[in-house]
């Protein structure tokens, strides 16, 4: 069965640098999705990306942070100037198409830690 | 975003049937219920969704109730890989061109599913 793969796994980053995370999503998938979880705490909705342009962001998603779709295969997100707080899982995800009637299917996520 | 209400926890032996409720008394004509469940140290994964019909699929199956306020997920014989944090989400349509809808998640914080061997 086709997964969304993450990479890397662990990514340890001094404060106030950049990191960029990486997800491959599955092949024929059109809407490619980020989520952030800090430790304990609920999943929380990052951004929508469709068709080449954000869709839809949360208030989290603020100027630190960017998306981009390189290439035919590729989806990244882009943390400029790290801080502490952005430690947390990162979960890439992304949907067949449209319709609240599609299942979300996520990689296994990213761990940020911030030093 | 219509809101969901689940127990904190529950506690379920192994090789017996689990059902996790799910309050929904804000959900609209169009929502869809969505099942997604976290395994420790993974990202979450879809188990199941439905509309008004219950549904079943080889993970598990949706008991919808008939004012749709409520539905049950059920594990119709719970193994010890089923133990994780079980989400009810109500399918948020985003607004988009076209009326295309983005389809993002809102994750509350779920029920904990313990299962004893």
């Known amino acids: 069965e086709p997964e969304v793969t993450q990479t890397p796994s662990h990514q340890v980053t001094q404060m106030g640098q950049e990191v960029i995370l990486r997800c491959v999503p599955i092949?024929?998938?059109?809407?490619f999705y980020w989520y952030r979880q800090i430790l304990g705490q609920k999943v929380e909705f990052l951004v929508s990306f469709y068709n080449n342009e954000i869709s839809e962001k949360s208030e989290i998603f603020d100027d630190q942070f960017s998306v981009e779709r390189p290439d035919g295969s590729n989806f990244t997100l882009k943390i400029r100037s790290t801080k502490l707080e952005d430690s947390a899982m990162y979960f890439c995800a992304s949907n067949p198409g449209t319709g609240s009637n599609q299942p979300q299917h996520f990689g296994d996520g990213t761990r940020l830690s911030i030093l | 975003d219509a809101k969901t209400t689940q127990p904190n926890s529950m506690e379920s032996n192994e090789e017996e049937p689990v059902h996790l409720p799910c309050n929904h008394s804000?959900?609209?004509?169009?929502?869809?219920i969505h099942w997604y469940r976290q395994l420790p140290s993974q990202g979450p994964e879809y188990v199941i969704h439905?509309?008004?019909s219950n549904v079943n699929n080889r993970m598990a199956s949706l008991a919808i109730a008939e004012d749709r306020k409520s539905s049950t997920l059920i594990l119709h014989r719970a193994t010890l890989r089923d133990a994780a944090v079980y989400y009810c989400?109500?399918?948020?349509?985003?607004?988009?061109?076209?009326?295309?809808?983005?389809?993002?998640?809102?994750f509350g914080q779920g029920t904990i599913l313990t299962v004893h061997p």
């Open positions: 439905g509309l008004t």
């Open positions: 989400i109500l399918r948020d349509v985003g607004q988009g061109a076209g009326g295309t809808s983005y389809g993002k998640l809102t």
């Open positions: 804000t959900i609209s004509g169009t929502d869809y």
């Open positions: 092949s024929n998938h059109l809407y």
